[in-house]
């Protein structure tokens, strides 16, 4: 399971019953959430500037990104450019 995908999952074990919490601490486990897809999707922005001047390395990451970003909606994405890349 990957780093971005791991986190997520800690966040949604804590959070299983957030709708209880007080508001603060719901709009808190929102930001979090934010936040790691955030992360991802800056790291996916730089692989796409990466792509441009090595296409080999920048393939060989988002091999290793996809794997740590499963279920954060980003997996079309990187099929996306995955492909891009490979016709390239």
């Known amino acids: 399971e990957g780093e971005?995908?791991?986190g997520m999952r800690l966040v949604e074990k804590a959070a299983a019953k957030s709708d209880e919490w007080p508001?603060?601490?719901q709009k808190r486990v929102e930001d979090v959430r934010?936040?790691?897809v955030a992360a991802a999707a800056a790291r996916l922005d730089a692989l796409e500037a990466e792509a441009e001047e090595d296409p080999?390395?920048?393939l060989r990451e988002l091999?290793?990104?996809r794997s740590k970003v499963r279920g954060l909606e980003l997996?079309?994405?990187i099929a996306a450019l995955m492909d891009r890349v490979k016709s390239s």
């Open 4 to 6: 971005f995908a791991k």
């Open 34 to 36: 934010a936040e790691i």
């Open 56 to 58: 080999r390395a920048a």
């Open 23 to 25: 508001e603060p601490l």
């Open 75 to 77: 997996d079309d994405r």
């Open 63 to 65: 091999t290793r990104l």
